[in-house]
T-cell receptor, first 112, second 115 residues
Framework: GQQVMQIPQYQHVQEGEDFTTYCNSSTTLSNIQWYKQRPGGHPVFLIQLVKSGEVKKQKRLTFQFGEAKKNSSLHITATQTTDVGTYFCAGWGAGNNRKLIWGLGTSLAVNP | NAGVMQNPRHLVRRRGQEARLRCSPMKGHSHVYWYRQLPEEGLKFMVYLQKENIIDESGMPKERFSAEFPKEGPSILRIQQVVRGDSAAYFC?????????????FGPGTRLTVL
C-alpha cells in the first residue's frame, strides 16, 4: 500500500542550529501537509503544498515539495526552544487514492 | 468559533469495560477522522466519517471498535471490552465539506488508560 516515510525519527540540536526533516512517498501525491505536535499536545496544521516544486516560507520555516510530488522537506533555520515538538508530514494520494497518509513524524529536541 | 472538542480528556477504564469517546467537530465541518497515538509514536488513522456515513474504516480493528457520526450530536468512538493495549491517546480531527484535501483541525484528544 501507499506509504509515507519520514526521516530522521529523532533529532537533537543546539539552539541556533538548523534542522531539516524529510518526507518520501512511495507514490505521487496530490498535495502534502505539515503538522506540528508539541509534547502533550495535539497536531496543529502548519502548511499545505500543492504544486510541483513549490516552496513556501513561514518566518524561519521553509517547506518544499519535490518536482515529482513524491517528496517534501521542512527546514528550520536557527532553531529555538519553542520549536520543540514532533513534525508530521501527511500526503493526499493522487487519482483514485483519496486518502491522507501520515508519516511517523520527526521529534525535535532543542538544547538551550 | 469553538475548535474541535473532545470529551472526556482523560478516561480510565478497567479491562473488560466499555470506553466511549466523543468528538464535536468545528462548526460547519462535516468530515470527522479518528486517530490513535501510542506514546512516542506517530498517528495511526482509524476511521473517516461524514454525517451518518462511514467513508473509510480501513484503520479500525475489526473487533470491539466502532464509530458513528449521527445526523445530530457528536461523533462517537466506542471500544468494547477494553484491554491494556487499548491505552493510548485518541484524537479526533474535522475538516469542512467540499474538497477532500482540506487541512484537518484536531481536538485536544482523549487519553485512555486501561487498568
Amino acid at each position: 500500500g501507499q506509504q509515507v516515510m519520514q526521516i530522521p525519527q529523532y533529532q537533537h540540536v543546539q539552539e541556533g542550529e538548523d534542522f531539516t526533516t524529510y518526507c518520501n512517498s512511495s507514490t505521487t501525491l496530490s498535495n502534502i501537509q505539515w503538522y506540528k505536535q508539541r509534547p502533550g499536545g495535539h497536531p496543529v496544521f502548519l502548511i499545505q503544498l500543492v504544486k510541483s516544486g513549490e516552496v513556501k516560507k513561514q518566518k524561519r520555516l521553509t517547506f518544499q515539495f519535490g518536482e515529482a510530488k513524491k517528496n517534501s522537506s521542512l527546514h528550520i533555520t536557527a532553531t529555538q526552544t519553542t520549536d520543540v515538538g514532533t513534525y508530521f508530514c501527511a500526503g493526499w494520494g493522487a487519482g483514485n487514492n483519496r486518502k491522507l497518509i501520515w508519516g511517523l513524524g520527526t521529534s525535535l529536541a532543542v538544547n538551550p | 468559533n469553538a475548535g474541535v472538542m473532545q470529551n472526556p480528556r482523560h478516561l480510565v477504564r478497567r479491562r473488560g469495560q466499555e470506553a466511549r469517546l466523543r468528538c464535536s467537530p468545528m462548526k460547519g465541518h462535516s468530515h470527522v477522522y479518528w486517530y490513535r497515538q501510542l506514546p512516542e509514536e506517530g498517528l495511526k488513522f482509524m476511521v473517516y466519517l461524514q454525517k451518518e456515513n462511514i467513508i473509510d474504516e480501513s484503520g479500525m480493528p475489526k473487533e470491539r471498535f466502532s464509530a458513528e457520526f449521527p445526523k445530530e450530536g457528536p461523533s462517537i468512538l466506542r471500544i468494547q471490552q477494553v484491554v491494556r493495549g487499548d491505552s493510548a491517546a485518541y484524537f479526533c480531527a474535522s475538516s469542512p465539506p467540499g474538497s477532500s484535501y482540506n487541512e484537518q483541525f484536531f481536538g485536544p484528544g482523549t487519553r485512555l488508560t486501561v487498568l
